[in-house]
């Protein structure tokens, strides 16, 4: 059994939808026992390995820091993330029961990576800056007990809906907008099993790595119908692995199935992130 979360009710669903929709985030404490998330740890640390053996099998988003997008069967506990009912029922309830999986990959920030510039994960579309509408999400799991010294994830709640021209590539607040995301900064510190959900657009970063540990953290993108993101990535699934989804995954997977799978070279690239700051 790797589901510890009690049942989820429409009433908890519902909560945590307008939770994103006012803060950007919400969490979902214990959502998996910890030897899930010690699995999810070797899992990435095998596809980390794998990832930097070949060229931009792993993309820098800043000093010391990694990203690797991987196939869903590279991801033991793929299958119990993407139906743990909290996910599904979220990403249904803000996206849609048409949402589709799109992304699976993973952060590393490593000892000496440093404070990223404050930023979304992507542009802002028009339909979530001028109408108030989320068409994304991404689902994060922690695959390792985050504590101060390890550069834990800052975000500023409240901010998945801010749109300034002054952006630069639509992404990135210049500094001397800073000021409104550190007087909101919230620093997280999920524990093993921990899981959040969250608008990429609320504005974050990672901070400074001073252990000697590394954070890695898997995360999963889901857009409603038409939002376009999974033109920026390659997921792909086996015939044999697809056969041993059951027809409620199949139907939110809309990726290609193959006799082999190919080696993902990284092309979502955010612009700036390769400067942390000093």
Not at 92 to 113: H, K, N, R, S, T
Not at 170 to 178: E, G, N
Request: charged share 25%; glycine share 8%.
């Amino acid at each position: 059994m790797t589901t510890t979360t009690p049942a989820i009710t429409d009433t908890d669903v519902q909560a945590m939808r307008d939770r994103i929709y006012t803060d950007g985030i919400v969490g979902v404490p214990g959502a998996f026992s910890t030897g899930w998330a010690d699995q999810l740890n070797r899992d990435i640390q095998v596809a980390f390995e794998e990832a930097r053996s070949r060229e931009n099998g792993a993309i820098g988003r800043g000093p010391n820091r990694w990203y690797v997008e991987v196939h869903p069967e590279q991801i033991s506990g793929f299958l119990e993330l993407v139906t743990h009912p909290a996910v599904t029922g979220v990403c249904e309830a803000v996206l849609g029961p048409d949402y589709e999986i799109v992304e699976i990959g993973f952060d590393i920030p490593f000892e000496g990576a440093m404070n990223q510039p404050w930023h979304r994960d992507f542009p802002s579309p028009e339909l979530t800056y001028r109408d108030k509408k989320l068409n994304s999400l991404a689902i994060n799991a922690t695959a390792v007990d985050t504590a101060e010294d390890m550069g834990p994830f800052e975000v500023a709640p409240g901010t998945q809906f801010d749109h300034d021209p002054s952006f630069k590539h639509d992404m990135f607040p210049p500094k001397d907008l800073w000021s409104r995301y550190e007087e909101r900064a919230v620093r997280k510190y999920p524990k093993r099993g921990d899981i959040s959900i969250r608008s990429a657009l609320t504005i974050h970063r990672g901070t400074a790595n001073q252990s000697a540990k590394s954070r890695p953290v898997l995360v999963l993108g889901v857009d409603a119908p038409g939002a376009g993101h999974g033109a920026l990535h390659d997921l792909a699934v086996t015939k044999g692995f697809w056969e041993t989804l059951p027809e409620s995954v199949r139907a939110h997977l809309k990726c290609p199935v193959v006799d082999e799978l190919t080696p993902i070279t990284q092309k979502h690239d955010i612009e700036g992130l390769v400067m942390g700051e000093a």
